[in-house]
């Protein structure tokens, strides 16, 4: 992958600019003089200059995090505004793009302080204006639920990946609206839609969680209200790329912010066996939670 010419993106709410393609990012203005940048991301050599602490694919030495992926980059993370990318050799450049999003953004947003990143979807249900999140380890179905929502007229924050900050109005969540991941074979192939412009959502206000759970039922879906320390262990297995935090020795910040998220309504989810697209009756109970609407402690959508 040779340098390219410096793109000027907006993604998770940050403006990025970068000298890679993000995809689902949006386009943003041309830079003017002065401007300061909220993460760069460039081409170039990607190591770390002290010695470092190990945890799965990261190293951590002073404030800088590396994440490395074996015959395809290093990612070298810096206080939360810079991002090296060192691709191999051999990589493939879709590879390099691919965990550059998927692992190495996920750990520069964990080195900016106050912040929590989840392994969750975000959408705004039509006609609302508050997003609610769709969590769940990979193959859980959020990809499925985004879709299905999308279809239905909602607007989308971000597909895979969402980054949660408390402002005084309340929690706020962004991300890169402007794609979601779907295979129509079925398979796990990682095939990139385009979100329409009108339907991507820079950030919006977070009403409510609900969590996938694999497990799936024979009969109808239904709705479980999580609350107290079942709501925040839930929760805190939510988080994207977990070992980055507890690897930089926050992790007291992230249990306060995941705490906080435990106010919101916090849902476990279970779907039908099969199901593809959503009940009338699901469509309805996300609706009613971006708007905060009191929610019953479980519901059943009775099999329609």
């Not at 015959?71 to 879709?94: M, N, Q």
């Not at 977070?206 to 799936?216: K, M, Q, Y």
Request: glycine share 10%; proline share 6%; hydrophobic share 45%.
């Amino acid at each position: 992958m040779n340098a390219a010419p410096l793109h000027v993106f907006r993604g998770f709410d940050l403006v990025i600019r970068s000298g890679i393609i993000i995809p689902g990012a949006m386009p943003a203005a041309a830079s003017v003089g002065g401007a300061v940048w909220d993460a760069d991301i460039r081409i170039g050599p990607a190591a770390l200059e002290a010695a470092s602490t190990k945890m799965g694919p990261f190293y951590y030495a002073g404030s800088s995090l590396l994440f490395e992926m074996p015959k395809v980059a290093r990612y070298l993370c810096e206080d939360g505004h810079r991002l090296s990318v060192e691709p191999d050799t051999s990589a493939c450049e879709l590879d390099v793009v691919d965990f550059l999003v998927a692992t190495a953004l996920p750990a520069l947003l964990w080195q900016r302080r106050g912040e929590v990143v989840l392994h969750s979807a975000g959408v705004v249900p039509l006609g609302a204006d508050r997003a609610v999140a769709i969590c769940g380890l990979s193959g859980s179905g959020k990809s499925t639920v985004l879709k299905a929502l999308l279809q239905a007229g909602a607007s989308v924050v971000g597909d895979d990946t969402l980054r949660v900050i408390s402002k005084p109005e309340g929690l706020v969540v962004s991300g890169l609206p402007g794609q979601y991941c779907w295979d129509e074979t079925g398979g796990e192939a990682r095939v990139r839609h385009a979100v329409p412009p009108d339907k991507a959502v820079p950030a919006a206000p977070l009403s409510a969680l609900f969590i996938l759970d694999r497990r799936r039922t024979l009969k109808q879906a239904s709705f479980f209200r999580l609350s107290g320390t079942d709501a925040l262990k839930q929760l805190l297995a939510q988080r994207h790329r977990p070992q980055a935090p507890v690897l930089m020795r926050r992790e007291g910040e992230s249990l306060e912010l995941c705490a906080k998220l435990t106010k919101l309504p916090v849902y476990s989810w279970h779907r039908g066996e099969g199901c593809l697209n959503l009940s009338e009756k699901e469509h309805a109970f996300l609706s009613a939670a971006a708007y905060a609407s009191n929610l019953p402690e479980r519901y059943d959508t009775g099999g329609d």
